[in-house]
């Protein structure tokens, strides 16, 4: 069974960057798209991003996008989120999950559905405050 572990969290000042990554065990990795999720506090998990199992598409929640990056190096099972421009209203708990799909192919309702997704690791919290 692959196991996900997240880090990279942290608290940041408005307007600064972090870089999340998501490293996995097992040899399962490069056949499934990765996704990135978090869970605001008092809220439910919420989609953030997702990328194909190679790398060459990526979709995003709307409040993100043109701030963060997904990313994903195969040869180092690991999935990356470079979150640039933050705000107050990135503010949670991050995780990484594996889809039960490769391409970016079933409708965005689907891959943006964390049911869609398993393996959770334990989260990184991050925290945009002044």
């Known amino acids: 069974q692959v196991q996900l572990k997240e880090s990279g969290g942290g608290l940041v000042q408005p307007g600064g960057s972090l870089r999340l990554s998501c490293e996995a065990s097992?040899?399962?990795?490069?056949?499934?798209?990765m996704g990135w999720f978090r869970q605001p506090p008092g809220k439910e998990r919420e989609f953030v991003a997702v990328i194909s199992w190679s790398g060459g598409s990526a979709d995003y929640t709307y409040s993100v996008k043109g701030r963060f990056t997904i990313s994903r190096d195969n040869d180092k099972n690991t999935v990356y989120l470079q979150m640039n421009n933050l705000k107050p209203e990135d503010t949670g708990l991050y995780y990484c999950?594996?889809?039960?799909?490769?391409?970016?192919?079933?409708?965005?309702?689907?891959?943006?559905?964390?049911?869609?997704?398993?393996?959770w690791g334990q989260g990184t919290q991050v925290t945009v405050s002044s």
């Open positions: 097992g040899d399962t990795f490069n056949n499934y798209a």
């Open positions: 999950g594996i889809a039960n799909f490769r391409a970016l192919s079933p409708s965005m309702r689907a891959r943006h559905r964390d049911r869609n997704y398993d393996n």
